[in-house]
Structure formats: C-alpha cells, structure tokens
C-alpha cells in the first residue's frame, strides 16, 4: 500500500479484556511510532521501533502496554485489562529513517472500552 | 503544563478568508519545529518543517513561520476553502531527544460558507 495502514478502524471492548492492534508501515521505513490521542489532548508518545534496535518504550504509560515490531515491518500495540481511560485514538507512524525526518501517519484506531 | 501551546483553541471563517494560528514552545534545545493538519478521523499529515535557523516556509496556501528567539511560531492560511477545516497541530522536535515529538493540542479550524 502507499500509506500507513492500521487496524481495526474502530474498536469497542469491555473493561478488563485484552486488546491488540495492528499497524502496517510504509514499505521500506525502517522507523515505526506508536502515539495516543485522548479527547481534547495532544499526541502522546508510547514507543518508538528503529531497526534491530531495542526499542524506546518510554512513553508506555503502565505494564498493560506492550508493543511488538516483527520481522522490522508490522507492529502489534497490546493492551492488557483494558480500563476506560484507555479509550482514545491510537496512532502508528513510520519513518524512512530514525533521524527525525517526515512521519507519515495512519488514520488511527479508535478503541472505546465499555 | 502543556510544553506546546496553541491559540486560538478553536476558530471559525468564511470561504475566502486569511487567518493566522499561533504556537507557543518551552521545550528545548530545540531541533525542528512542525505544522500538521488533522481531518477528522484520519491521522496528522505534515504541512511544514523548519530547522531553528528557518524563518519562513511556505507550502502552497500556507506559509508557516518562527521566531526561536521568542519561541513562537504561526501558521499563516490564505484564501481559506471549505476543506481547510481541520485541526492544526504545532509538533516541535527536540535535539538530541531521540526521535519523540512534542505535540500542542491543535486549533480546531473550520472554514464556512
């Protein structure tokens, strides 16, 4: 595909299930960024994938987040005992390089957790 | 405090019109600075990117600009059309940061007959 791809588009689960989405890069960016957008809130970083690198997981906001990079191409962003407050939009990104350079965002999964 | 502030929170014009959006930072040392526009339901798409020592930089209608002295930016929107209607977020990259972005709250645009 040309862009950055994510799914689902839309997710409701209820409080306490576990949630996985996908997010599939642009072919050939070797970076890949996972962002949160809560109502009314500017983006927050979760965790940032560069290569073989170990990742930047230090926007993770508890150990009910987890992310996966495989094979440096599609990413999994896990959430564990899903709570309300998890309920935003979840945004994957991806870069040519890790230098800072253009991210090229997907349209985001909204998740609601009921 | 938000490290990136943005103003006006919200805004309405008619078709045709210019407007103006402001952008306040703290964070530094400041790497690169970012203008994104935001549809509804869809991700951020990158309008502008400009370096500390840039001053200006346009991309068709719109022209962004900044001061790294006062930490200011604004984007400039001229001769608005409908589908200009869309949130303005201002991004700004720190050096040495890695690779995370600073993000404001966005001014929510929308642009009427």
């Known amino acids: 595909g040309a862009g950055v791809s994510q799914s689902p588009s839309n997710k409701v689960t209820e409080k306490g299930k576990d949630v996985e989405l996908r997010c599939d890069p642009i072919?050939?960016?070797?970076?890949l960024y996972w962002y949160r957008q809560s109502l009314g809130q500017g983006l927050e970083f979760l965790i940032y994938f560069q290569g073989n690198s170990a990742p930047d997981k230090s926007g993770l906001p508890s150990d009910r987040f987890s992310a996966e990079r495989t094979g440096g191409s599609v990413s999994t962003l896990t959430i564990q005992r899903t709570q309300q407050e998890d309920s935003a939009v979840y945004l994957c990104?991806?870069?040519?390089?890790?230098?800072?350079?253009?991210?090229?965002f997907g349209p985001g999964t909204r998740l609601t957790v009921t | 405090k938000n490290q990136v502030e943005q103003s006006p929170q919200s805004l309405i014009i008619l078709e045709g019109k210019n407007c103006t959006l402001q952008c306040n930072y703290t964070v530094s040392p400041f790497s690169n600075l970012r203008w994104y526009k935001q549809d509804t339901g869809r991700g951020p798409v990158s309008l502008t990117i400009?370096?500390?020592?840039?001053n200006t930089k346009s991309n068709g209608r719109y022209t962004a600009t900044l001061d790294a002295d006062t930490k200011q930016s604004s984007l400039h929107i001229t001769a608005s059309q409908l589908s200009d209607s869309a949130s303005y977020i201002c991004?700004?990259?720190?050096?040495?940061?890695?690779?995370?972005?600073?993000f404001g709250t966005g001014t929510q645009l929308k642009v009427e007959l």
């Open positions: 072919s050939g960016h070797t970076a």
């Open positions: 990104a991806s870069s040519l390089g890790g230098g800072g350079g253009e991210q090229y």
């Open positions: 991004v700004v990259k720190l050096t040495g940061g890695g690779n995370k972005l600073t």
């Open positions: 400009m370096t500390f020592s840039e």
